[in-house]
């Protein structure tokens, strides 16, 4: 998220669908300007992040996740990783029964 930062984003939530300027990204929070309303939104409770446009995302080097959410990092970043050098569309749902599963 932190690369997205100035960036024209749409944010979905479980309670909420908007979209705006994404001000800045940390400590897993995102501070997005929704027509002059600043609203701050943990990342745990960010299910989509649409982009318009082409973006070239920096992906970081491989690195094998340990813990409760490695069965999901690893695998999308295995996907990211093969399609360096590709013209792509991304798509990233994350269910929360997929977040679940991981636990």
Same mark, same amino acid.
């Given at each position: ?9 749409? !944010?979905? #939530?479980?309670?909420?669908? /908007?979209?705006?300027?994404?001000? =800045? ?5 995102? &501070?997005? +300007? ?17 982009? !318009?446009? #082409?973006?070239?995302?920096? /992906?970081?080097?491989?690195?094998? =996740? ?5 069965? &999901?990092? +690893? ?29």
């Amino acid at each position: 998220m932190k690369q997205l930062v100035r960036e024209n984003i749409g !944010v979905l #939530t479980p309670s909420i669908d /908007l979209g705006g300027t994404l001000i =800045s990204f940390n400590n897993f929070i995102a &501070t997005l +300007d929704n027509n002059g309303n600043i609203i701050q939104i943990s990342v745990s409770d960010i299910c989509l992040v649409s982009i !318009v446009g #082409t973006f070239n995302f920096k /992906l970081k080097p491989i690195k094998k =996740s340990v813990g409760e959410c490695s069965c &999901t990092e +690893d695998p999308i970043t295995n996907v990211a990783q093969s399609k360096i050098g590709e013209m792509n569309s991304i798509v990233i749902w994350v269910r929360l029964l997929d977040l679940i599963t991981c636990y």
